[in-house]
């Protein structure tokens, strides 16, 4: 059974910093892309960031491009989002995606598993 278990979401100051982490029971987790996601309260689910299956490649979305950065660690099954300079608009629960697939278009449009997410909030 697959599970994606994310962690590191809390609460935190406009202008910190969070690092979320998602360990992967995937069986081969390097054939994966992965991806991460956020809901916030009475919003639609919005695609954040994507990372290529070797991790040479990545994507974001422009409301995070030069304040998060994703990462993965093939070696550990995990996949991380490093989140800089937070405002009181990233507050959502965040969750992490698998896709299997070469491209990372597959993940930020038709992940094949979910987490169930983390909570951040950032306060004003």
């Known amino acids: 059974q697959v599970q994606l278990v994310e962690s590191g979401g809390g609460l935190v100051q406009a202008g910190g910093s969070l690092r979320l982490s998602c360990a992967a029971s995937?069986?081969?987790?390097?054939?994966?892309?992965m991806g991460w996601f956020r809901q916030a309260p009475g919003k639609e689910r919005e695609f954040v960031a994507a990372i290529s299956r070797g991790g040479t490649s990545t994507d974001y979305a422009d409301s995070v491009k030069g304040r998060f950065a994703i990462s993965r660690d093939n070696a550990k099954n995990t996949v991380y989002l490093q989140m800089n300079s937070l405002k009181p608009e990233d507050t959502a629960v965040y969750s992490c995606?698998?896709?299997?697939?070469?491209?990372?278009?597959?993940?930020?449009?038709?992940?094949?598993?979910w987490g169930q997410g983390t909570q951040v909030t950032v306060s004003s």
């Open positions: 995937l069986r081969i987790f390097s054939s994966y892309v």
């Open positions: 995606a698998a896709a299997a697939s070469p491209l990372i278009v597959k993940v930020s449009t038709s992940p094949d598993y």
